[in-house]
């Protein structure tokens, strides 16, 4: 699925629609990160090409707020440790953009954005997601940081319900 008259796509949509905290089926940022679940969509120039009703919303930010840390130049490719194949919303560099999909949907194809549309799209995805997780009073730093938050919370977590919880 190309853009207009098979050019550029015009506008990407990386959504959700809700954020749900689930029962964690363990105590690591891993666990937390995959059971916050929404409805998550993808659009191009308002066609859906994925959606998904138990998606791992927070999960995604996350990865694509590394992503984006890494200053992109990459290719992307969601690769979840709750969706068994990779590339659920994937972005692959072709000529002078980025072919972006799902591997979740193959039917649809995969559509042609520029990369300034794509990194548009992810940062508001990523903000959508922060602020939801303010509402929820959970600490986005270390759901959502960068490698320096990766790495300093991979460690696991005390057994005490909220740890996760924004405190104050």
Not at 29 to 39: P, R, T, Y
Not at 104 to 117: D, F, M, Q, R
Request: with cysteine; charged share 25%.
């Amino acid at each position: 699925m190309a853009g207009p008259a098979g050019g550029e796509a015009t506008r990407l949509g990386i959504e959700f629609t809700e954020l749900d905290l689930q029962p964690a089926g363990g105590d690591t940022l891993a666990d937390h990160l995959v059971a916050l679940e929404g409805n998550f969509v993808l659009t191009v120039d308002g066609a859906v090409i994925y959606q998904d009703d138990l998606f791992p919303i927070a999960e995604l930010a996350r990865c694509l707020t590394l992503w984006l840390d890494a200053a992109g130049g990459d290719d992307f490719a969601f690769d979840s440790m709750s969706v068994e194949e990779v590339g659920a919303l994937y972005a692959w560099r072709e000529h002078d953009g980025l072919l972006v999909g799902s591997t979740l949907a193959p039917e649809h194809g995969a559509s042609l954005v520029s990369e300034e549309e794509f990194v548009r799209a992810a940062r508001s995805f990523i903000s959508a997601v922060r602020a939801r997780l303010v509402e929820m009073r959970l600490d986005t730093d270390m759901i959502l940081g960068g490698w320096e938050m990766a790495i300093k919370h991979e460690k696991r977590w005390p057994a005490r319900p909220g740890f996760f919880r924004r405190r104050g």
